[in-house]
């Protein structure tokens, strides 16, 4: 065990391997690009097989290897079971799995796990069943949490190896062009997959709208494809645009999105050209429709808003009050039909959007991000992993990257949430650091990190309750009394990874087994 | 020295590092791709120089390093020059460098290499004053002319390790998006550059139109530059189209492109969704004309053009008869016009233009490619490299890529030229192999490969006079005489790589001091 610079213990091996975190930008040196092997094709070679089957038997698929899956389906995604499906029926064990992120669809991976076929795996988060089954221990080895920037960073560096990276694939040619645009399972952005097809040994394409050669436009080239299988669905519309876009009511998200926008355009950021970045939550995507009127106002244009797009940002660009969309996923599906109409929507990759060890991240280039959170300290650390339970529900996303590299970074979230305080005298898991949090905006106001005097004025000019993050704490500890510690075990059932590499936090186990 | 398998002479150490050419696809293997070194930017970091100077000193470039420039402004390239003036200044010595091409506007070169500025090439090719300086014996390690798919392979696979890449950028922003289509030098694709900047360790984009960011659409993205310098001018638009575009009035011409027409119409690939590629000289570029004719009458559309693109095929696209365009580079300013304009028209990189050994290039989905020669021999066998004097003149372009890749690979070329016969005994240098040409088409009729019986009876239907190689050179000789030996010396000034990586023929030494 090694304590880090935000005092949380880091188990061996992993405090040795990677190092543990030591502040934002303390593990930021030059490395070289990994270098995945090539398998040419000569003309008249084909790339499409028959199934799942023959894809896993000709990518030579075997036990201790690793294999890699997009969630631009998310709840919809049919294509992480299916080859699940194949590969236990085949009797491949062992295999470690470095999805870019899990969803509630693949809580077939609890009996995978159970199984041995399944012994490893890193993803942006873990939900339901799976994240409650993973956090009562039911693996050896602790999940390995990275931020969407961080899992960037370790595929390009190689520290995350995947021998074979099957990708859902909404439009494909017979020889490996494939957008996420056109087909019967449209998800737009296809930017996380991206990086897989690049530094991926071997890449099958899965796909159940295949169309003639050459499919354009072209998200991932057939360079980087080894084998298209066609398949009846790959993914439910329904299930890929679920719970993203909803128009919030709630008085309280409603309250906290307009202190929110008020600190938007009482920030000395508030200028024409700037750039924003916002989530998916009923607040945040509140945040959106307050902006906008501000906006329009006082005729402040943006020039380009980020991230994982939803429709509210579509609207604003088609108004004409962003110039451009940069685009590594899509939340809804009129984002996605945007990418295929829209010019100035452009889609970019994982590390173009947020690693770290990047030549230079589009994060790096924003101005103001909204973010979520499940809890925040007193020191500003944020959790958005752990629930006040200890067991792992959420994910990492793209949260500790845009928070450290924006101009201002501002949490959304309820001060409680029933009877649970989100700001707390010390969050369960930090996947932010304190130094990376601006702002947080509740319902009951906004604390401004002391750490950014250069944003103190700004409460002078705001029309908006101002307080200390402690006297947040204190009105929520007020609310819902101080929480009980979390009764954890011994075991680490998961390591959060800092969007260097390095280690910020682990989760212990919880449930039965657990001592204390 | 070792003979290859067309019994040229490849010396060392040419023949023992790489190999010598052995067939087609002798040599395409398994490999890892190149793995450059990334130096990370942090948030704040700005790529922005204030000259070229400022970006030599930062990129540390230092005697015996390879640098590498794109030759998409062609006649127009200002880059390249200003870019040595600058490193000669500062008395850098030693280099090596890696342009995807040369023109003779990069004459200055001589001067740097007698005085051991550079002291090593590759390239496509040489033109004018310095081809001729170089196989008169200026320097003293060979050329190595590489092909575009070939060059491409040798980046990917690091066997060409490009220290730092000067990219001329029409439009780009501070962070380094860049684009090929706006601006005040557009020269539309940027499929050379793009490989250039994938894996060079660093990457200066050098730009005379600095746009907000961020600048879309993005050719060479952010992720993979580290510095932008802006300068005056990059380019002159009217050396970037110089005599690309002429239509030909000259009767030879047409009558060679009528005939490569009716081969096209007569063959079983000109069928609903054929692909095709021509090229950019008179003969070519007529073909496109009595082509389209054919198309519309016979209503056969094609599915895609490829290759450097021509407003010819711009306007078949226009016109609905081409579906698609998959264009590496832009021989003219409406093709850099219409990659802006177009969605079906979609630029592509150089790896999967061409690359032998990619995962699978465009060309393996081409039918029909009509190239050029300065050379044919009846082994079939092709130069574009040397001229009748032994001196190199020329480009191998992607020549020996599409011709060993597309269904049927047409030679289009005047049988004599003045008192220089095009057919011959055997050609002064191999670039293309004749088990790659099916068919040449000259004025005088068309002869096709025996070594594709599938296309013989094609012969049936044309209405051309069909002959044999052996015929069409006789012919030749009857018009010319059998052309005297050229007297070579012994140093060999080029040497001539084949696309898989292999050595296919060795350039001699002319002039003064040959001896035979």
Redesign the interface.
């Known amino acids: 065990m090694t304590r880090n610079a935000l005092n949380r213990e880091i188990p061996e091996p992993y405090s040795s391997s990677c190092g543990v975190y030591e502040g934002q ?1 303390a593990h ?18 084909s ?1 499409l097989l028959d199934s799942i089957h023959e894809a896993i038997v000709r990518t030579g698929l075997k036990d201790g290897m690793t294999i890699s899956f997009h969630h631009h389906f998310r709840e919809g995604d049919r294509v992480m079971n299916l080859v699940m499906e194949e590969i236990d029926r085949m009797g491949i064990k062992n295999l470690s799995i470095a999805p870019s992120s899990i969803a509630n669809v693949h809580e077939p991976l609890i009996d995978y796990i159970k199984r041995g076929v399944v012994t490893s795996i890193t993803s942006s988060g873990l939900r339901d069943k799976l994240g409650a089954a993973i956090s009562h221990g039911i693996m050896d080895e602790p999940v390995i949490i990275r931020s969407h920037g961080g899992r960037a960073r370790a595929i ?1 560096s ?1 520290e995350i190896h995947i021998d074979v990276a099957f990708i859902g694939a909404p439009s494909c040619d017979e ?2 062009n494939i957008n996420g645009t056109e087909g019967k399972a449209t998800c737009g952005s296809l930017g996380y997959a991206k990086i897989d097809a690049k530094y991926a040994d071997q ?1 099958v394409a899965i796909t159940d709208s295949l169309v ?3 499919n ?3 998200s991932i ?6 084998y298209v299988v066609q398949v009846d669905s790959i993914g439910d519309p329904a299930g890929i645009a679920k719970g993203a876009t909803r128009l919030t009511k709630n008085p309280k998200e409603l309250l906290i999105a307009e202190y929110a926008a008020k600190v938007i355009t009482a920030s000395k950021y508030f200028r024409p ?1 700037f750039s924003f970045q916002t989530g998916t939550g009923g607040a945040s995507l509140a945040v959106s429709r307050y902006l906008r009127q501000a906006m329009k106002e006082r005729d402040v244009h943006a ?2 808003a980020l991230g994982g797009i939803t429709n509210s940002m579509v609207e604003m660009m088609e108004e004409g009050l962003v110039d ?1 969309i ?1 685009d590594v996923q899509d939340f809804d599906h009129p984002s996605a039909l945007s990418l295929a109409r829209n ?2 929507h ?1 889609e ?2 994982a ?2 959007y947020a ?11 924003l101005d103001i991000a909204i973010l979520s959170a499940l809890e925040v300290d007193t020191d500003f650390n944020v959790n958005v992993l752990t629930g006040s339970d200890g067991v792992i529900r959420g994910a990492s996303g793209g949260h500790c990257d845009t928070a ?4 201002m970074s501002m949490i959304v979230a309820p001060l409680v949430r029933g009877r649970i305080p989100t700001v707390v005298d010390r969050v369960n898991t930090v996947v932010t650091p304190g130094d990376s949090v601006d702002v947080v905006v509740t319902e009951y106001g906004v604390a401004i990190n002391p750490a950014r005097p250069d944003l103190q004025d700004m409460a002078k000019r705001l029309d908006v309750p101002c307080l200390t993050i402690q006297e947040l704490r204190d009105k929520a500890y007020s609310i819902t009394g101080r929480p009980d510690p979390i009764r954890y075990g011994d075991k680490v059932v998961a390591v959060v990874e800092y969007r260097d590499g390095s280690f910020i936090d682990a989760v212990r186990q919880v449930g039965e087994s657990a001592t204390c």
């Open positions: 930008f930021i040196n030059d490395y070289h690009r990994a270098a995945p092997g090539v398998h040419p094709r000569k003309p008249g070679d790339k390009v190689g020889y490996g890449v003639p050669y050459p354009t436009p072209i080239p057939q360079t980087d494809v080894d050209g020039s380009f451009k940069l010019p100035q452009y970019i990759d590390e173009m690693s770290a060890l990047s030549k230079g991240a589009a994060i790096n280039q450290a590299a924006c101009k």
